[in-house]
């Protein structure tokens, strides 16, 4: 077969590799990428052929680094990427590929089982066709975020978002994965967990960010907004696709009422792009339902592990979504937020510098934007939007309930996100010092505790926990470090340093129960969805 290539990374896998090269063409190139082996794979290894390259990087990779350094070493050739420990018992493999290679830039063994972001399924890197003009265009398999298991799944997601498609398997002809009984990742991904890789880094699967956001009579901003995340046309020009592409976006089309938001909607929903697309029925008075219960519609769908709030008429920045998670990742018991880039016009006009998060003030007033990044744990804690702010100012109500669940603010210090300010911004209307007071009169009414009540308020790096064991008498409970406190079924809840949270979190009562979780608001789901883009054929 002409202008391919096979790359296989491999790692410690000696005893494997002649029973899988042995089933490879003669005329079919290999590059080997040996990950750091144990035991350095040598060439005196290998078939006598002189287009079977041998390679051992300067530093270890992993899969997804290995895969990188092989296919930069067949520049001018499409890629096939094999498991070190695949067989094969014939050539129908090759015909599967010489047959759908010109339509589909990603060919490949499709993962086993149905993930709920990914109604087609997702190749992963067992047998992995990879057409040259799609790496071109979409870049390497992100060996930052995805070392080991996902990247496949990530790369897949950035091609269908540069307009090329993927063909998942369910059966590859004549391909076999040995794999021992009971065991469901391939050698090199069990060796490295068994050696005690981190599984939290080296098992995961895009999205780890759900992009949310909500539009009412707002389809008109929607293609900018969709495609500031995965490249496009902008009023502000062609935008770069996000450098973190692990990412899905879910709208939700709150009872548009003019003439094209709702078809503009749907037309942007595509399983393969992981865009998805909700609808929710209007109250019963005929009127939207608003932003917060929208944005908890949003979340109880969601499959990422955090998640990013967006207005449907605003954009981001191409690093923003990779600046806010890393910044997320690295403060887990905080949320994240960022500048602001003002854009009228179709310019951006200026920079709006937020100031540094303090707690004690946000009550009083808010200096957080409404796009933050957090916690799936972070929003349950906080009980999620309170919708009663359906007429606004949402976001200061959220942040504030955070704030009561020790989740904090964290800027990253850029002003990445990209607010439009055309006229038809709620906030443009209802900032006069009277309706800032209502605001702060119905935030009261709903955590009475941020203003000075019954409820200890935590502050940074401190969490809330709930006493759920089966004392009603307060009594002590101490740490390892001789800190002391107290709670009951009486006193319920209590404020303690976020160093001490898991050691407080793993605590049980006679044996048979935990006596603390995180403290969390119930959220309400007063919303009846009537239409779901990844539920529909």
């Known amino acids: 077969m002409n202008d391919l290539t096979v790359v296989i990374p491999f790692y410690n896998g000696h005893e494997y590799l002649s029973s899988l090269l042995s089933g490879i063409p003669d005329d ?11 035991s350095p794979l040598r060439r005196g290894d290998l078939p006598d052929r002189d287009n079977i390259w041998l390679d051992r990087p300067k530093t270890k990779g992993y899969f997804t680094g290995a895969v990188n350094h092989g296919a930069a070493m067949c520049p001018d050739s499409d890629v096939l990427v094999l498991n070190q420990d695949v067989e094969f018992d014939g050539t129908g493999w090759l015909d599967v590929i010489d047959e759908n290679r010109m339509r589909y830039a990603l060919i490949g063994e499709r993962i086993a089982g149905e993930h709920p972001a990914h109604k087609h399924g997702y190749v992963h890197g067992t047998f992995m066709f990879m057409r040259r003009d799609a790496l071109a265009q979409a870049g390497d398999m992100d060996a930052e975020l995805f070392p080991l298991w996902g990247s496949t799944c990530d790369w897949q997601l950035r091609i269908a978002r540069q307009g090329y498609e993927a063909l998942p398997l369910p059966n590859v002809p004549d391909f076999r994965h040995q794999r021992k009984r009971g065991q469901r990742y391939g050698t090199a991904i ?5 050696e005690g890789g981190d599984r939290g880094l080296f098992i995961r699967t895009p999205p780890l960010v759900s992009v949310m956001m909500a539009s009412h009579n707002y389809g008109r901003f929607l293609p900018d907004a969709v495609n500031s995340l995965i490249g496009g046309e902008t009023c502000l ?3 770069e696709p996000q450098t973190l592409q692990a990412f899905e976006i879910i709208i939700v089309e709150d009872a548009s009422t003019d003439d094209e938001s709702r078809n503009i909607a749907l037309s942007l929903a595509n399983k393969w792009q992981g865009i998805r697309v909700i609808e929710v029925a209007p109250r019963p008075d005929g009127s939207a339902n608003g932003l917060p219960a929208c944005l908890n519609v949003a979340a109880a769908h969601a499959n990422g592990r955090y998640m990013a709030v967006m207005g449907a008429d605003d954009m981001m920045e191409a690093d923003r979504l990779r600046r806010m998670y890393v910044t997320a990742v690295a403060n887990p018991s905080n949320y994240v937020y960022d500048d602001v880039q003002i854009v009228v016009d179709g310019e951006r006009s200026h920079e709006w ?4 998060y303090n707690w004690s003030t946000l009550p009083e007033k808010n200096h957080v934007h409404a796009g933050i990044m957090f ?5 349950e804690a906080a009980g999620g939007y309170p919708s009663q702010m359906a007429h606004g100012r949402e976001d200061w109500a959220f942040n504030v309930g955070l704030g009561l669940a020790g989740y904090h603010g964290v800027k990253t210090g850029n002003a990445d996100y990209l607010y439009r300010r055309d006229g038809h911004n709620r906030s443009m209307r209802n900032t006069t010092p009277d309706q800032i007071a209502l605001f702060r009169q119905d935030i009261m009414s709903i955590y009475p505790d941020a203003y000075g009540r019954s409820m200890p308020t935590a502050v940074n790096g401190q969490a809330v926990l709930q006493y759920v064991g089966r004392n009603h ?7 390892a470090s001789g800190k002391r406190y107290d709670a009951g079924l009486d006193s319920p809840l209590i404020v303690v340093d976020g160093n001490e949270v898991p050691e407080l979190l793993s605590l049980q009562e006679r044996g048979d129960g935990s006596v603390f979780r995180r403290y969390s608001r119930p959220v309400t789901h ?12």
């Open 473 to 479: 008498g307060t009594m002590p409970w101490y740490t």
């Open 375 to 379: 916690s799936r744990a972070a929003y």
């Open 526 to 537: 007063d919303v009846q969805v009537v239409a779901d883009s990844y539920k529909e054929n």
């Open 28 to 38: 079919l190139p290999v590059v080997i990428v040996d990950d750091h082996s144990e």
């Open 353 to 356: 510098d937020l100031g540094e």
């Open 237 to 239: 020009g062609y935008m």
């Open 190 to 194: 069990q060796q490295v967990l068994d």
